[in-house]
């Protein structure tokens, strides 16, 4: 029997060797992808487990601070420190710090913004002429916003050098009567004797009329060149050296933190540059009257609150000081006596000529301010801002909504509360956060005072990783670059980062950090301070997780339901979250900058249990769709094996042969041929292995075989069965009948049509063969569209989408080719049936093409409906896994549909081109 | 038409040389009709087929209208296949069409100046079958098979139609009407006919007889 079998094989070794190629390619596919599935499903749970727990794994913020946009997307944003200036009371905190389960509770209490001014000297001595006197003015230029923000030029003062004496006027300890217009300056001595004052200035300040006013313009330095060692102005140019200064106002953000809190959080201790940590003991202390630097005079008495200061601002600001040099005729305006308004007026009106610029950074600026930190720097008011609204674009981005702030959020404490605070001036740009003022009450007899302990570097601060790492606004600006090519090319390719203007989107993270037990001394000084209710928001890392990624994430889901439920604040599961990006539309500011598309980096929650579903879904689907896919192409080549012999088995049937003895032969036939591609897949499997490093285990590779063998079986029962039920008749029918009912044909496509109508089972039975293919395409795609819709929109999802993307692929490419080969299958046997009708084609006279067309159009035909048929049933299928969505589902089924009829038409093609080499004559003669 | 020195040789399936046409010269003058007879596998179908440039000759040179057609491309050999109708012993009709789009089968791909139905419709009226147009081969005899395919090979105006034993497959009445038809139509159309066959009322109502042997002309009598 086994050698009749092997005959067999022999004899119709072309068959035989398709049915074997085909056998062999299911199997080593099955054995292979199913394995690679499982493999990849394992490293992707690695992958979310190594990134399961970020700095924190709880956020927990006040109650309502919670968006609705983030609660209905999942979401946190980036900036959601921003607008919480306090709503978390410190027995709430007290509570979350005992609930079992909690390892850490860290902190943050954001007090608000200090304005802080700091005289960046300008060295002119290179642009002075060998004349005796001249006088330079200077004018900053200040741009922000990668240069895209530029605010109208102001003038910072004027230089005067002369060769005459000059005498100081005023001072410590002198008293004179004082008027509203009383000046005092220094004295020139001219050479005809005659004493001028120069540089004027008021000896009581002037309030200022606006925050943004120009009122530095009146600020003059007098050199006389008898001793340039007498230093002008706040004495910082070198011996020698003249020149004039930029007064910088610099916001600076101020927090508390529980030092202990933050050290085990993110090691912050161990980034401080110079000077010392935060002590869990510091607090605000009392110190005596201070002697005041440069006289003999003391201060009051201040209250002293130890700070930690950041080495990077994370500020984009720039300066650039443009030194003019004015006519001779400038020197004298300055002797004329002028008042300094009236002198600042005429100097404007004389014609400049650029001789220098000197740029000055909001970094270099913030080195100086933090040397005068070291050395204390008092408070008068802070102020708060509001979060941040948004409003759907058009485009569907959030577009943050615009906001004023009237001039009296800068109310200055001093002269009674008459004037205004000197404010940036990037605060006169456009806000989208509504402004507070804390002013300083006066109350205490003793000034607020913060003195930097030490200097920390966020840049030292440890790595999390990138694809779970949540917002560390504390120590760093929200992640904002451009999301279109012109706001890339308008950004220059950087980052959008803040500015000093306290309203605008992006906020500063806090560059002054001082301890929770020096709350009281804001408390006591600026009443509005949210004293009940400090802390903003407390990031939680929960203790003992242990366990399967689900599992942890169930443990962590506990902790924080008991925090929710003790305190009644709002509680955000960052453990198992992802970065995401949303698209920020920002309007244009009022001084240069375009409006922007924008991307930032939220975090979305919830994402490792999207993943972990999402992949276990997907990996039970590409299982059952190999196998089905596989199983049914199988069938079908076991069924085309039985049809190519109908003849012989009906001949065998005429000479007596009982049906048992048929359908025994027919599956061992098969059973052999699944052995011999079984021996061959395995050899093909080792192969595969060594040549794409795939990383599957050996012993899949013995699985070849019996899958192989298993496979045949399976698809050679039917065939089998039904070749075993042949009537004798059969082996005399012709292979193809004429239809019943006849068709008008009147051209190429209605004679394939015709054709197709012939064989209505074997066309169907082509068409479900591809059905099966395309369906399964179908259902692949959706699943990955869904997958890559469900996790793709973080960073940990998108680097999981590529791990198991070429699984993906592989599982379509079998799809497809296994579906495709089918109707090739179906086709050719089909053809070739009737290929002495295509021979009398080629004999009346049409061309090649012409034949070509109507083999073509038969593919098409099965291609159509088979693909029409699949889509439908993949459709079906998919809403039934994914649910009813149109708008995920539509485009798999549509590309599946293409993708179907493609195939065929190019499989029909190949079958055409095969049948045209059939020697015409011969082909006539078989009929 | 003209044949010089025309040989064909086959392989046999266990590998030996098979000379169906040997050296076959000829001349055929327009209109003149042709019998081609000899005993079975004397190389009739083999030199019908050369001439009906569905086969290639190994050697010599076939001409028909001055052309040499072994220097023919594919394209020009299907234009050529359109000049010439053949008819074939076994009809070979399409079995899924009607008489008439049998009939229309050569013209379907292709343009034509003529109304391709009304065409196809007057030559089955001319072999006998207009009640028969809408009938598939399954539902005619072998006689109406036949003359569905004697219509099939003149839907072209061919000037040259090949006829490999018409009769071979018709009992004897049949075949003498098969004789008729093409006879008559031969005449009225001015046609060169010619027809393997071994049946001899066909070889007496023609104005040539060729006889082969083995693959060579052994007679050549008006």
Redesign the interface.
Known sequence: MLRALWSQLLRRRGRAAAVAAGILVASVSFSLLTAATTTSTAQVQGIVARNLRPAYDILVRPPGSTTALESSKGLVRDNYLSGIFGGITLQQYAQIQKISGVQLAAPIAMIGYVLQDVSIPIDVTSALTPAASQVLTLTDNRTTDRGLTRFSPSSIGYVYVTADQLQPQGGLGITIHVTPTTVIGSTEVLPNGRKVTVCPAYFNVPNLTSPFADYQAQDGYCWSRQDLNANAGPGQLSPGHVGGYLDVVFPMLVAAIDPVAEQQLVGLGNTVKSGRYLRPTDSAISVGPQPISGSNATSAAQLQVPVLATTNPFVDDTDQITVNRLPASAVGLIHRGLLPDQLAAALAKETPTSVKRVTVTARDAYQQLLQKLSNSSLLDAYWTSGPTTYRQSSGGALAPVPTTNLNSVWTTSLFAGSGFEAAPIDSSDLGFRQLNEALRTNTSTQLLNLHAVGEFDPSKLPGFSTLSQVPLETYYPPQVTGADAASQKALGGQPLLPNANMAGYLQQPPLILTTLRSLPAFEQDFPTVNATAPVSVVRVRVSGLHGSVRQQLAQIGRVAAAIRQATGLDVDITAGSSPTTETIALPAGSDGRPALTLDESWVRKAVALVILNAVDDKSLALFVLILVVCAFFLANAAFAAVRTRRTEIGVLRCLGWPRRTIFVFILGEVLLTGLVAGVLGTGLSALLIVLFRLEVPWWRVGLVIPVAMLLAGLSGIVPALLAAHAQPLDAVA?A????RR?H?????AG?AL??L??APARAALAAAALAVGIAALTVLLALNLAFAQGVVGSALGGFVANQVRAVDYLSAALAIILGAASVADVLYINLRERA??FA?????????G?VA?VAIGEGAGIGIAGSLFGAVLGLGIAELILGPDLSLLAAPAVAAFVAGIVVTIVAASIVAATLQRLP??AT?AE? | MSLVAVSKTYRSGIGESVTAVDAVTLDIPPGQSLTITGRSGSGKSTLLHLIGAMDVADEGQITIDGTDIARLRDSERAALRRRIGFVFQRFHLLPALTALDNVLVPVLPYRTDFDKVARARELLAAVGLADRAQHLPSQLSGGEQQRVAIARALVNHPGIVLADEPTGNLDTHTGAEIVAVLDRLRTERGITLLVATHDASIAASCDRTLVLSDGSVVSDTD
């Open positions: 012709p193809v009948r004429a239809p006849p008008p044909v009147r051209h190429i004679l015709v054709n109508r012939r002495s009708e009398v084609l080629s004999a009346v006279g049409w061309r090649r012409h067309r015409l004559v006539l009929e």
